[in-house]
């Protein structure tokens, strides 16, 4: 999915879940101030509008996360991938495996960590193959880094918010949950034209 243009151009947002117009500019903005308990009123700072306390000044300042992804190829040039259990976004597709990085922690070490979580597999984390900004969660913008990975123990068993986890011919990928991963495997020559259908 390509970013609403609205998100571009900073309109409200047209729709919640709910198919009613969104109280806020982007999904997810906080309705009173975290520090004081007033209601936030909306503010154009610098030609964009902000969440703004009249009591405190709070001003609701947002950016994406940011998520860690780890690309492990097998001998014979198979991606591995993780089915998105039921729970996590997108359940039943299939996703190259990461997850966010945690507050105070490194972005390696996070890569890391969500591989052993969804794959039961350690490895050695290497360089970045591919950086993307994620809009498919409006609510929940991120920056994703691609890392290659090296698998260096463990055993194959998916676990955490993945239901499978598997290697995958680049001539043969299951539906996938995110463009962005997509966009990467095409970078690789996959043979595959857009997400699945959730
Ligand atoms: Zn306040």
């Not at 492990?72 to 997850?99: E, M």
């Not at 972005?107 to 290497?126: D, F, H, N, P, W």
């Amino acid at each position: 999915m390509q970013p609403p243009s609205d998100h571009r151009r900073n309109r409200p947002y047209p729709r919640n879940v709910n198919g009613r117009p969104h109280k806020h500019a982007w999904p997810g903005e906080y309705t009173y101030c975290p520090h004081c308990r007033a209601e936030l009123v909306a503010a154009d700072l610098g030609g964009r509008t902000r969440m703004r306390c009249p009591e405190c000044g709070f001003v609701h300042w947002r950016n994406p996360g940011v998520g860690a992804a780890v690309v492990v190829f097998d001998d014979i040039r198979r991606i591995l991938l993780v089915k998105r259990a039921v729970g996590a976004t997108r359940p039943g597709l299939w996703s190259i495996p990461a997850g966010f990085v945690d507050y105070g922690e490194e972005i390696r070490a996070a890569a890391a960590r969500e591989l052993l979580e969804e794959t039961g597999l350690v490895a050695e984390v290497g360089g970045v193959v591919w950086v993307a900004s994620n809009f498919h969660d409006p609510a929940k913008l991120t920056v994703g880094i691609w890392f290659q990975g090296t698998v260096t123990g463990g055993v194959l068993e998916a676990g955490d918010d993945a239901e499978e986890a598997a290697f995958f011919s680049l001539d043969d990928l299951p539906p996938m949950a995110f463009e962005t991963d997509v966009a990467y495997l095409q970078s690789l020559g996959a043979g595959i034209d857009g997400v699945g259908d959730g």
